[in-house]
């Protein structure tokens, strides 16, 4: 699909009030908390820094609780701040997913259906985030094992289907912990840049440095200490 445009399914939404992005912890141009919004929109200045060519953005937490899901939301919409780009949120964390949660879509034909289904279109399954120029692509049911669908062919061939949206549209993928499981450095390999996500107070210089050293070094864009959600 080369014509840019959004696949919107099962219909569009209507848009998130600022109200409601607030109690879900979501930056929204008029919030009063301009820090957060300050550090997600310098964020992503230094992404969009590394060039073109680079729209698949791997999130990925230290551990559970680094809140990795927090920030890939929120860079996403700091994306979407900028009316000449859009963005895809997919949630690949099938044992604990959490953007269908905050976005309160239909968790139904997911991400863990899609790598389950040779026939399913990887775009039809895209859903109204209810923020302009964002797009969702819930985990779906969650499962106990992911890292043999991240393995698949079809996971490689959805990424290509969504680079295939444009050089407008970037790409960021909510990652399982790095520590406990292969499933982020599958992804990593997947990906065009890797953002490590630590939580402030909470991971360790070594577990930081031993989860960064997953990584292709040329990847690696460096680490976010978060102290949000």
Same mark, same amino acid.
């Given at each position: 699909?080369?014509?840019?445009?959004?696949?919107?399914?099962?219909?569009?939404?209507p848009a998130l009030t600022p109200a409601q992005m607030q109690e879900r912890a979501l930056?929204?141009?008029?919030?009063?908390?301009?820090?957060?919004?300050d550090a997600f929109r310098e964020l992503r200045t230094r992404l969009l820094a590394i060039g073109p060519g680079h729209p698949?953005?791997?999130v990925a937490p230290v551990s559970a609780g680094s809140g990795a899901s927090y920030v890939a939301r929120n860079l996403a919409i700091a994306i979407a701040f900028d009316e000449?780009?859009?963005?895809?949120?997919?949630?690949?964390?099938?044992?604990?997913?959490a953007q269908q949660a905050v976005f309160q879509v239909d968790p139904g034909n997911g991400l863990v259906?899609?790598?389950?289904?040779?026939?399913?279109?990887?775009?039809?399954?895209? *859903? &109204?985030?209810?923020? #302009?120029?964002? /797009?969702?692509?819930?985990?779906?049911? @969650?499962?106990?094992?992911?890292?043999?669908?991240f393995s698949?062919?079809?996971?490689?061939?959805?990424?290509?289907a969504l680079r295939g949206l444009g050089p407008e549209c970037h790409v960021f993928l909510d990652s399982p912990p790095v520590r406990g499981a292969p499933d982020a450095r599958i992804l990593s390999d997947l990906a065009d840049v890797v953002v490590l996500v630590a939580g402030?107070? *909470? &991971?360790?210089?070594? #577990?930081?440095? /031993?989860?960064?050293?997953?990584?292709? @070094?040329g990847k690696f864009a460096g680490v976010v200490f978060n102290e949000g959600v």
């Open positions: 699909m080369n014509d840019h445009s959004f696949v919107r399914t099962p219909g569009p939404r930056i929204h141009r008029s919030s009063s908390a301009r820090p957060e919004v698949v953005v791997l000449r780009r859009r963005a895809v949120l997919v949630d690949c964390d099938l044992r604990h997913p259906d899609y790598l389950g289904d040779t026939h399913a279109d990887p775009l039809s399954l895209l *859903r &109204d985030s209810g923020i #302009a120029r964002l /797009q969702l692509l819930p985990a779906g049911t @969650p499962r106990e094992s992911s890292a043999e669908y698949t062919p079809r996971m490689r061939q959805l990424l290509d402030y107070g *909470r &991971d360790t210089p070594e #577990a930081i440095a /031993q989860a960064a050293a997953n990584f292709d @070094p």
